[in-house]
């Protein structure tokens, strides 16, 4: 009898290690592709920034009108970074949190449930609050490059 119950807990053992080790490639592949769009979300919006910036700059007194316009794209750059910033500190906050309540754990029945992280979480990508800020990023990124190039295309065809 002891032997059957022994052999179940192994099988599902087993089956639980094949799903993780199945799981685990997508899970690091994900991990990584979502840390370099964070990555490249941050570079690209503080350089579309600067470089906002520096044409608005560099266009001195000349129509004030276009230089005023600059200021939307200008914005939407600045906003990316500030919803970048606040979903880090999200983040942190929430990683600060799990760690007070867990580190004097001296048991898995000691520890919150909450806390624990799925697949998805342990990626980063799953839907939450900072991923949400993440995701305003970008697209306030993509509402600065289309009006940035509107407003150069307005420029050079006057």
């Not at 799981?23 to 350089?47: E, M, T």
């Not at 839907?127 to 306030?140: G, V």
Request: with cysteine; charged share 20%; net charge negative.
């Amino acid at each position: 009898m002891a032997t059957e119950v022994d052999d179940e807990i192994d099988r599902q053992e087993s089956e639980l290690k094949f799903a993780h080790d199945f799981l685990q490639p997508r899970v690091d592949r994900l991990q990584k592709s979502y840390a370099q769009a964070i990555n490249r979300l941050w570079l690209g919006n503080a350089g579309a920034a600067l470089a906002t910036l520096s044409f608005i700059g560099a266009s001195g007194t000349q129509n004030s009108s276009v230089r005023a316009a600059m200021l939307v794209p200008l914005a939407c750059f600045a906003c990316g970074l500030l919803t970048l910033g606040i979903g880090e500190l999200i983040g942190l906050i929430r990683d600060a949190k799990a760690v007070g309540r867990n580190q004097y754990a001296q048991s898995v029945g000691d520890m919150y449930i909450d806390d624990a992280e799925s697949p998805l979480e342990k990626s980063g990508a799953s839907l939450n609050r900072k991923t949400l800020l993440q995701a305003s990023a970008a697209i306030f990124f993509a509402v600065g490059l289309i009006s940035g190039f509107l407003l150069l295309f307005y420029v050079l065809t006057r």
